[in-house]
């Protein structure tokens, strides 16, 4: 067999003799990458106004973009009581959000099945910009509606940064679904 077709037991996610994908990687890659980047507000960056994109939101909208039947609709709940841990938003407005979010880009899946990056960005650029602009609100900041340009320029490398973020969901996708040496 192998002298007939030498690639015949292997595919692009490795051998298939004695390996299988492992459930821990292909539904855990994705959740421990939302909760990692959920951390970024640790990073030690001082900056005289909000510059660092919200990137644990923006891995959670790449990978259900990207992979929309991976995350289950109620992951939201517990990704945005993380992300409102760390991020120094009042309890509950990244939970909101980020189910708000959920569930918003389900029924443009049920809606639009079949899209192309364009619309992806497009999408993903909407819910940035909705987000940003939500999180200001209930920051509990006494802001006035001039002050809310300056959020302008976190928006915006957000924006830019979506596809960078998309790039990485796809590799660590193609990571999670790599076959591993089942045992027994």
């Known amino acids: 067999m192998e002298r007939l077709n030498p690639s015949a037991r292997r595919d692009q996610f490795g051998s298939k003799i004695n390996r ?14 939302i909760l990692l980047a959920s951390l970024s507000p640790l990073l030690p960056i ?5 510059i660092l994109p919200p990137l644990g939101y923006l891995f959670l909208v790449a990978w259900r973009v990207l992979r ?9 709940l517990p990704l945005g009581f993380f992300d409102d841990l760390f991020s120094g ?6 939970i909101m959000l980020f189910s708000l979010t ?3 880009l389900d029924l443009i899946e049920v809606r639009f099945p079949w899209r192309g ?7 993903a650029i909407i819910f940035l910009a909705l987000y940003l602009f939500l999180a200001t609100l209930f920051s509990g900041a006494g802001l006035r509606l001039v002050q809310y340009p300056l959020i ?3 928006l915006a490398l957000s924006i830019l940064l979506f ?6 969901v796809a590799l660590l996708d193609r990571f999670r679904l790599t076959r591993v040496r089942k045992i027994g």
């Open 89 to 94: 938003q009042p309890l509950g407005s990244g």
């Open 117 to 123: 990056f364009w619309q992806d960005w497009g999408i």
């Open 68 to 76: 929309p039947g991976l995350l289950p609709m109620w992951a939201g």
């Open 102 to 104: 959920m569930i918003a």
């Open 20 to 33: 299988a994908h492992s459930p821990v990687l292909a539904y855990g890659v994705p959740w421990l990458i």
């Open 163 to 168: 596809p960078l973020v998309a790039q990485i």
């Open 46 to 50: 001082i900056a005289p106004l909000p």
């Open 152 to 154: 302008l320029p976190q």
